[in-house]
């Protein structure tokens, strides 16, 4: 088991930037992939970034070049650096952590970008 509480959101101006952090309860290092998805009302959740445990890492495309998924195996904490923010990004962002057979999700925290 773990647990996962994500922090960093909040209200933002359209280009601005903010970075969400998830701590997570245990150690990270042998999980798998983690990673950030978003929800906005009336959408499914989506992929927005991961990063396995060997460093690789995957991008939603309307995020490439926007967003930075990075990981502290030593702080147990996964980073999402977010730049260039659009009002679209506006959603619900959900931390990850995904092993061989399971899989955990944060509370997650709320992003609004105003126009």
């Known amino acids: 088991q773990v647990q996962l509480v994500e922090s960093g959101g909040g209200l933002v101006q359209a280009g601005g930037s903010l970075r969400l952090s998830c701590a997570a309860s245990?150690?990270?290092?042998?999980?798998?992939?983690m990673g950030w998805y978003r929800q906005s009302p009336g959408k499914q959740r989506e992929l927005v970034a991961t990063?396995?445990?060997?460093?690789?890492?995957n991008y939603a495309d309307p995020v490439k070049g926007r967003f930075t998924v990075s990981r502290d195996n030593r702080k147990n904490t996964v980073y999402l650096q977010m730049n260039s923010l659009k009002p679209e990004y506006t959603a619900i962002y959900y931390c990850n952590a995904r092993s061989m057979a399971s899989s955990y999700w944060g509370q997650g925290t709320q992003v609004t970008v105003s126009s």
């Open positions: 990063m396995s445990s060997g460093g690789d890492t």
């Open positions: 245990r150690s990270i290092f042998s999980i798998s992939v």
